[in-house]
């Protein structure tokens, strides 16, 4: 017989036991949901074309970054930040 009730979930425990294990969420730069949105529809349409193959996000303490590359080994070739205080997003070439 298990000590548990039949009401709880054990997924339940376990995702809290991990979210309190993780620590405190770091308060970096994200993108919210309707920049990252338009960041995805411009991947999308440009993996489409055949001149984008790969991509990397970073979230740092001052920045987000979204990092665009043409074969997944070589340098970004184009970069969209977005800069703590600052109140839009910018490219960058690399």
């Given amino acids: ?9 054990p997924s339940e425990a376990r995702a809290a036991a991990r979210i ?36 990397a996000i970073d979230f740092l303490r001052e920045r987000a970054v979204f990092s ?10 184009y970069r969209i930040e977005k800069i703590r205080g600052s109140r839009a997003s910018r490219a960058c070439t690399a």
């Fill in 1 to 9: 017989m298990s000590s548990m009730s039949e009401e709880a979930d």
């Fill in 68 to 77: 665009v590359f043409r074969r997944a080994s070589e340098v970004p070739i």
């Fill in 20 to 55: 309190a294990a993780a620590g405190p969420v770091p308060s970096g730069v994200t993108f919210n949901r309707l920049e990252l949105n338009r960041i995805l529809n411009l991947y999308g349409r440009m993996v489409a074309d055949g001149e984008w193959r790969d991509y």
